[in-house]
Structure formats: C-alpha cells, structure tokens
C-alpha cells in the first residue's frame, strides 16, 4: 500500500504538470514537499515507534499520507498549487514515519527467521509502485483524470492497513531501564557504522528516486513519447526492481551484502547510461530495466544493517533513513533545475555521483561478529 500510494501520483507527474501549469523546475520544487516532508517527519519516527509500536506507528502514517492525498486532491481540482503542496508535505510526513515504522518490524521479522528477508518485504513496496504504475498507465491512456485516480487510492489506504496491522508482532513490554534509555536516536546519530549505513542508503535512495521522479518525463520530454509511454518506463523500472528484490535473497545468502551492492551499482550504471545516451525509445526502455535493478537492494540491505543490534533498531533505522531521505529532499529540484538548462536527459547523469558513493561505503554493510560493538 505505501508503494501504491507513492506510485499513484508519481507515474502521473506529466498530469500534474499539465493541470497546475508548472515549467520543469516549479515541478521539481513541488516534488520537493514530498521529501520535504519526509525529512521532517524521519527524526521524529524513532521516538514515535519506540513509544507507540511499529503497528500504531504504521497505522498513523497511512492516516497522514490519505490526508495528504486529499489535499493534493482538491489543489488539482481547484488548479491551485498551494494546497497541493501542502498535501504532498503530509503525504511525505506521513510516509516517513510509516517507512521507519514498517522497517523496525520487517527487520523484527527477519532476526526471528534467522535469514536474509528485507528484500522481499521490499519487493512488496515495489509491486505497489507496479501497480500503481500500472493504474497511472491505464488512467492516462483511457483519459480518466487524475483527481478521480487519487479519490479511489486515498480510501483504500486506510481499510487496507488497518487489516494489515493487526497481524504485527506484539510490542515486547519495556523494562524500567529501557523507558529511563528513552529511544536513543541521538547516541545513533553519534556512531560511526550507522552513518555509513546512512550514507549508502542516500546514494541508492538518489538512484532510485531520480528514476521514481523522472523516469517517465524523460521519456516524454527527451523521446517525444506518449504520456502513456512514459508511465510504461516507470512501470518496467519498478517492475525490474520488484523482480530483482524477489530473488535477492538467494543472492544476499551466497554471496553477501557488499559484493551484491557493488554489483548492482553496475547494473544501475549501464541502466543511467543507456537512457541517456541510448538514442532511441526502445534502448531507453532496457535502460530503465537494468536501472531499476541496480537500484534494488541498496535501500532494503541499509534498513537491514542498520537493524542488525535489535534494541536500537528503532533508532538506528531512523538515523539511517534520516540520512537516506536527503536524496529525495535535494534530487527533484536538482534534476529539475539541471533539466531547464541542459535536458532532462543529461540532468540526469548527476546520479553518477550518487552511484560512486553507495560504492565507495557499501562495506559498512558487512554484519558485525557477535559480540563486537555497534559504534565501530
């Protein structure tokens, strides 16, 4: 459902250009509330799910994000900027906090399974995105406008999670010592692992979100495609990641964290280049497959790692995904500005240097022995 919340708008960025009459760079600045808001919400996602629990903290995020939706929606039948931007500050608001809290349970989930999971649990934001990449093509193409796309997602949130929720883990009681801790998101700030871990996941969140943002405009702006089309190459993109997240596992368990996620950067490298520089619409289509699977398993494995100690695992994952949403904040009007003077096609080499540095940090990743402090 975060995925499909996320992707339900996302793949209709043409339509929200066209409807609020925004240049490249006003659209960029409006994408940037998204992560604006997220950004905002991450510090604050440790405390609240160390005081609420993954599933309340799960189930207030979702709220948030639907409240969010309906704002963006009444801005676009209004054709008015300003209260859609203030509902893509909720939506991202709210998605931060349900980030963080869906991460601490998932990584719950995989201590007690004793085997490499978050890739999978991954992979279902990414069927999300799918479809509601597939719903965004379908909508474009059949013409049905995108107010009436986002009424039918911000209802189904809700009923949704409010299902899913009430099968989480239970919240273990907290001793008196641990409420006296409090949730330690500021001694996570001050370990050297953790932002490491943070810094991975930044240069993979920017890979991946440069191509969430603008993988279907660039099509639409630098191929001439149909808007139609354009949603298709986003659709492939999250569909090579769901894939790839899939059967990471396996891979995960062979050979490890670090030599996969060198590996993927350079699928994500021959996926950038080929885009860019591919010259045709068909090209940039393979493009964007090998792009969205080197972009797969940099975020999971970081929420991984940074969980790895489960009594700071709240903390730490805030910390981690604090760092990693500062490619969603700085990315849109990057992309943006850069494309308003050179093309949204070489805009978008800046993520190369995103790429270098997920490899210049992946070893961080590398589990610690047991035993060994988590501030190394």
């Known amino acids: 459902m975060n995925g499909l919340a996320f992707a339900s708008f996302i793949s209709r960025t043409p339509s929200i250009q066209g409807v609020l009459g925004l240049s490249l760079g006003q659209l960029g600045l409006l994408l940037l509330c998204v992560s604006g808001g997220a950004v905002a919400g991450l510090p604050l996602s440790g405390p609240i799910v160390h005081k609420l629990g993954p599933a309340r903290a799960v189930l207030a995020g979702s709220l948030t994000v639907s409240l969010g939706l309906a704002l963006l929606i009444v801005g676009l039948f209004a054709g008015v900027v300003a209260p859609a931007a203030i509902g893509l500050v909720f939506t991202g608001l709210g998605v931060g906090v349900w980030d963080v809290a869906m991460n601490v349970e998932g990584a719950d989930v995989e201590r007690r399974l004793g085997r490499p999971l978050m890739p999978r649990l991954h992979a279902a934001f990414s069927l999300g995105t799918v479809a509601g990449a597939g719903v965004g093509a379908a909508s474009a193409a059949t013409g049905v406008p995108i107010e009436v796309q986002l009424i039918v997602v911000a209802l189904l949130i809700p009923v949704v999670v409010t299902v899913a929720t009430r099968r ?40 991946e979100g440069s191509a969430n943002d603008w993988i279907a405009l660039a099509l639409v702006k630098g191929y001439g495609t149909s808007e139609a089309l354009g949603a298709v190459a986003f659709g492939l993109f999250v569909s090579a990641m769901t894939a790839a997240r899939w059967v990471g596992v396996p891979v995960l368990e062979r050979f490890g964290r670090v ?76 992309i943006g500005l850069l494309g308003e003077h050179i093309g949204i096609l070489r805009g978008l080499l800046v993520v190369l240097g995103a790429l270098a540095l997920g490899l210049l940090v992946s070893g961080a990743t590398k589990p610690l022995p047991v035993g060994e402090p988590v501030d190394r």
């Open 168 to 207: 989480f883990l239970p919240v273990p009681v907290s001793t008196e010592e641990e409420k006296a801790a409090g949730s330690g998101v500021l001694a996570a700030w001050r370990e050297p692992r953790t932002l490491l871990i943070g810094l991975l996941v930044l240069g993979f969140a920017f890979t």
């Open 259 to 334: 030599v996969v996620l060198r590996a993927t950067a350079v699928f994500a490298l021959l996926g950038l280049l080929l885009v860019v520089f591919g010259g045709s619409t068909p090209v940039a289509l393979c493009g964007a497959l090998l792009w969205g699977v080197g972009a797969s398993l940099g975020f999971p494995v970081g929420m991984s790692a940074a969980a790895d100690d489960p009594a700071r695992a709240a903390a730490r994952v805030s910390v981690v995904s604090s760092i990693g949403y500062t490619a969603f904040l700085a990315g849109p009007p990057l």
